[in-house]
Every structure is written in C-alpha cells, then in structure tokens.
C-alpha cells in the first residue's frame, strides 16, 4: 500500500500509542516461564508481537489476545512455569522481529529439546553470534548459519556465567536473563553501559532476587518461581517519537501524548530534543508495575543542530531515523557519531536514510558510524519507498509533512509492524495523510 502526505499545519490534539514493545515482547515470554495467569492491558497488538505469540504458541502454551484499539489488545498468558514447554512440530518462524529470535534463543536453551528459529530474508541478514557464543558457554547446544538463522538450538541444564557483555544490548542481556532461568549457581552480567531495563525490572515484579549496581547484574534463579502479572503496559516511547517530531516541526501544532513509557534507558531522544531547543514538558508522572511513565506535551520549536553519541546512542538507538527529520529542520549542523550499530538494523539505516532522504533532496553526509546534517534543508515531495524498515517509512511520512507538494511512501504497510494506527493518530491531530492503495 501507499501512503499519500501532503504540508500540513497546526497539528493539535491529545492521544496515545500503543503499548511499549520491548515489554510486550518481555510479558508474553516471561508470562509463559510463569506459574499462572498473567493478564496485560494496553499490549502491543502488532505484526512484530504476533510473531512472538505465534511461536509461544507453538511451544504448547495457551494465549489469549483480545482486541480492543488499533494496535492494542488485552494479553492473556496461561503460564505453565519453565519446563511446561513442549517440542514445536514445525521450525519457529519470526518473521522480521530479531527481537522475537534473540529472546527465544535464551528461552529454548533451557529446554531440553531441539527447536529451530528462523525469519523471513531482512531477518537472516541479521548477526545472531552474539547471543549463540555465551549460550554455548552455558552449555547449550546452538548451531547458526555462518553467523544467522536459520538457527537450531538443543537446551538443557545450563551453568551461570560471570560474563563480560560485548556491547550493552539489552536484547543480548535479557536472552542471557532467560537462559539464567535454567541454569546452576549465580549469573553475574557486566554491561558496558546503559542498556533497556525492562526485563530486569519485570523479574523483580515477578519476585526474582536480580540487582544491578555499576552496571553489574547478579542473578540468582535457583531461589524463587515466576509469579504472574497484572498490569498496564505503557505507551511505546518509540512509537511516540514520530509524534513528537511531527509537533516539533509542523507549524502552529500542540501535541500531547498520554501515558508514555518515560524509562530512563529510553528516553535519548526526548533529553538530545530538548537540547536543540524542542520545547518538551513532561507531567501527571508515576509508575506502573515498576515502568515510570508519563504524560509528554510539544510545541513547534526553533531546532539547532547537536552531536549526538556515547551512551545516549544506545538509549535512543530506534529513534534515529525520526531523528534525521529533525535535524533537517534544525539550524545549524548536527553530527552522529559512534552508532555503528544502525547498519545491522532491519536495514543499513544510515545507507537507507541517506538515499530515501535524499530523493527528498535532503544531503545527508554518512559515516561508518553515524551521519552528519547542514540543516535546515528545504525538502520536496515525491515517491520514495519503505525498505521493509516499519521505522523508516513512518520517519518519510513525518518529513512529508513539511516537504513542498506531494509525498508518496511506498510499501508504507510496513509500519503496522509497529504502531498500526500511526496514520489515524496522525488523522485525528489534522495532518494531511492517507491510504492509498
């Protein structure tokens, strides 16, 4: 499908998103390894999601996901504890969701079977050493091709590592967390720097003995069962994001967006915004099931160009390609830096964001490791394409907004991996956007 944006002005309105997909994905895995019912509103009811439920299923556990918006839904678990899997019939597919694979790699290699994972072509390109090494450390048995899926892994009984993470990743960390589950003595993970905290989190909810100090994590499963959940998932700050740039940058507009996920290891992008001069606030703030989250409100704002990198890199990895739509608006120059990990994203997003972009007739200067911008830079419409990137072709779609005359995205469905409804949001706050077949 095709997504026809046209200039808009005055976006104005109070909305939500749907809820955080990390701990979508977290709920669902971890509401398996329970013992009992977990139940989660405002879940992230989205292509990305569905894989994992599809494979959850598969392993022999009972799910429930019953509808209740535009990309949001009611999850129900029946968890039957860590050995109430059973052997899938069929390979495991994940579609494009690495973080469906990544987390199943921890999570079988405590089974004590074989199972095998594997995704539609965007997938396979995607590293999956990373993970494999320290499982087989572990004592589990797992065999990639050349480095990705497909992959076949056999579990069983593992032994706790102290272990020294790469990158901080918190997919890799909360794989590691998963295999903990089902092994021997005190796990000890050494993260390098900040990384997504929502697993950690959740396992406290669910009465593990798991802390983190300086970066340490110590994890001692052998000490306690996972208990069901409850709760509220709070709105994904990503899916936020292109939100908050279109209010930043279409003029006259006064968004609000209710309910979001204010995680400090998710909130890069909102801190790198404000300091370009984004009049940002934030309020009505508290915690639910131990996620801080928050009411965000933006205007249109006078940007400036900003370095970006070190450890907020990683805390608004996601976002960049919204961000590039900002620093073409902003005065001044803008430079990333030391984010390499952007070329083994669904795409090679600093390639694919300096060709796209550049149809628009933005100049955007990439390094190996990020990108540099002279903005502000006037944009025009025209046809440019989704690269199967859900992120990319709702960032296209933002920058349409400002662009002279017509902008076409092609493939735009794409985006309902993550945020269906992102085109009614956009609707109802008075953007010119819409579906075209």
Same mark, same amino acid.
């Given at each position: ?36 019912? $977990? ?272 450890? %907020? ?20 120059? $803008?430079? %990333? ?42 944009? $025009?419409? $025209? ?55």
């Amino acid at each position: 499908m095709k997504l026809i944006v046209r200039p808009s002005k005055a976006l104005k309105g109070c909305v939500t998103v749907p809820g955080d997909k990390s701990i979508s994905h977290r709920t669902l895995i971890l509401g398996a390894m329970a013992e009992g019912e $977990t139940i989660a509103r405002n879940w992230l009811n989205a292509g990305v999601t569905e894989r994992m439920v599809d494979c959850i299923r598969a392993l022999g556990i009972e799910v429930k996901v019953d509808p209740t918006g535009p990309g949001r839904a009611t999850l129900t678990v029946h968890g039957r504890g860590l050995y109430g899997f059973t052997s899938p019939s069929r390979p495991l597919f994940c579609g494009g969701s690495a973080t469906t694979m990544r987390l199943l790699m921890g999570l079988l290699a405590t089974q004590p079977f074989t199972a095998t994972l594997d995704g539609h072509e965007g997938l396979r390109r995607r590293p999956m050493e990373r993970i494999a090494q320290p499982l087989r450390q572990m004592g589990a048995v797992v065999n990639t091709t050349d480095g990705h899926a497909p992959i076949t892994i056999t579990g069983g009984r593992l032994a706790a590592l102290d272990y020294q993470l790469p990158v901080a990743s918190a997919q890799l960390q909360t794989s590691l967390l998963l295999a903990a589950l089902g092994a021997e003595g005190q796990m000890r993970l050494r993260q390098p720097g900040p990384a997504r905290d929502h697993t950690l989190r959740m396992l406290q909810g669910m009465g593990a003995e798991i802390n983190e100090v300086d970066g340490v994590i110590t994890f001692n499963p052998e000490r306690f069962t996972l208990k069901p959940l409850n709760f509220t998932i709070s709105g994904d700050m990503s899916a936020a994001a292109f939100l908050l740039v279109a209010g930043l940058i279409v003029p006259e507009s006064k968004v609000e967006i209710e309910g979001v996920n204010t995680n400090y290891t998710r909130t890069g992008l909102l801190e790198v915004l404000q300091k370009m001069g984004g009049q940002i606030v934030t309020s009505t703030e508290h915690l639910e099931a131990g996620e801080p989250m928050a009411n965000i409100s933006v205007s249109t704002s006078e940007l400036h160009g900003t370095e970006v990198g070190g450890e %907020v890199v990683v805390r608004m990895i996601d976002e960049f390609p919204i961000f590039v739509v900002a620093a073409l608006q902003a005065c001044g120059k $803008t430079l %990333v830096c030391e984010a390499t990990e952007l070329r083994a994203k669904e795409s090679d997003r600093i390639q694919v964001v300096v060709e796209e972009f550049g149809k628009l007739g933005a100049n955007i200067v990439a390094h190996p490791d990020g990108f540099e911008i002279d903005g502000p830079q006037l944009l $025009t419409g $025209t046809t440019v394409q989704s690269r199967r990137d859900h992120r990319l072709a709702m960032s296209l779609a933002v920058a349409g907004l400002v662009a002279r005359g017509e902008t076409i995205v092609e493939d735009a469905e794409e985006l309902q991996e993550s945020f269906p409804g992102f085109v009614e949001t956009l609707q109802t706050l008075g953007a010119e956007v819409e579906w075209a077949g």
